[in-house]
């Protein structure tokens, strides 16, 4: 029966399971910078049911604030941003612990930088560039990831700082079926060998599961072909026929099956490329009582596909859905499910030797059994330091006229220029006159591009006089994109689930487009 929390949270439950939901509700979230964009950021993870979050903001709330963001109020003018905010987005969902800090971030981080590092994610909407560069630096070290969303006018960045980020489900579009026809384990073959092709009665012939006819054709292929598969297209398309031969009437939907997939019989299955990575990895091959569990079980999958010289992993288990009857479907879906939790036992009995040898807790068989399905999916991601992007004296990215992504870079380069103005000049620039912040705005952007080797002229000028013009404001709209792109990005981190963009994103609210690029 549905516990409540599991009707409120269904269709979420849909995306990433109950192991990512658990991973949220045991997550810790800090936001530094309670502001408009901060504020929608918050709120759409505290309703999928973040674990607990705390504001930390020493502002109080202004009247531009009830301009843009909805989680203040008039009658609140006067009192700490923090509180206020703190209070309302905890009344979206009782289930989430709300915490605030009303003090002064800039101080904090100098002077007592072990706060951040009980959080699990850190998301930074408003900050000193100098205390921004000393808080990523204290983050890095202790592999906290760091999220870092502006806005200013029409325009706004993200910017993922991570520097070991495992994803276990990448959850790819188009997911690879692990079937292993023209290599059947020995439950598989036993199966397709008690089917009678030529006297088994015409009803049941229709309805032979497609995988049984496929791995009847390709071992019967091998025979006449010195155990060769097909490989030129001539010899695929001779397979084709031979399988479409098979039939005993044109109207059979199951030989229909077999002959469209034909191809999955003479696939063979290959590590991963991400997959590769990870076991060629120092971290993988050298465990250590300080491994965390994800390269104590990637271990243990590497051992297991190297053992015996099967270089296979652990089978999903799963088959798709097929033209058969429910008796030789179900047989079929057993079969599959006995071999792949056979895999996992191996995986399983490698996971417990090595944390026994190492005195590391049990790691539970649900996540490791996760591991195994997902094992053609791992991924690992990293990031260099922060502090690199804003000491380079090298180009950040390639950028030329010929760039689809022009306007986007120059963009992400401008908004560094309006974060270094704020710290020279104390002020946004454009805050307060924009004709006569221009020309001073221009030199520091001038001098910014100087620093990374950019042609000083490669911002162009529409662009700087933009965000001159905004004068760091807020706009509602552009908060609230930023709010659910930010958030997305944070439970992708969270669950481990889905791959995090790589590492940079520019929203143009001018032409209501966006871009993802890598910063080197």
Known sequence: MATDKTKRYDRQLRLWGEEGQEKLETSKLLLIGANATGTELLKNLVLPGIGSFTLLDNKKVSAADTGNNFFVTTDSIGQSRAAVTSNLLQE??????????????????AETPEFFTKFTVVIVCELNENSLRKLAEQLYNAQIPLVIVQTCGFVASLRLVLREHTVLDSKPETPLEDL????????????????DFDGIPANQHSHIPYLVILVKAITEWRKKHNGTLPQTRPEKTEFQNFVRAMARTPDEENFKEAAASCFKAYVIPRLPYNTAELFEHEKCKNLTPNSSRFW???????????SDGQNILPLIGTIPDMHSDTEKFVKLQQIFHHKA??????VFNNVKSTTTSLNLPEISPEVVKSFCKNSNYLQLLSNKRLEDEYTSTTQLFELDNSDDNLHEKAFYLGLRAVTRFQVEYKRYPGENDP???????????????????YPVDIVPEQIVQELCRSGGAEL?????????????????????QYIPLNNAFIYNGLTSTGSNFNIQ
């Open 476 to 496: 509602h709209n552009i908060a609230s994109f930023m709010g659910g792109v930010g958030a997305q990005e944070v439970i992708k981190i969270l669950t481990n």
């Open 296 to 306: 104590i079980i990637v271990r243990a999958l590497k051992d297991f596909y190297y």
């Open 341 to 346: 939790t056979q895999d996992f036992e191996r």
């Open 435 to 453: 004709n006569a912040d221009l020309p001073l705005f221009q030199n520091v952007l001038r001098s910014l591009l100087q620093q990374m080797q």
């Open 180 to 195: 292993r026809l023209n290599a059947p384990f020995v439950e598989l073959s036993d199966f397709v060998n008690s089917f």
């Open 92 to 109: 979206l969902n009782e289930l989430v612990s709300a915490n605030f800090v009303d003090e002064d971030p800039e101080k904090l981080i």
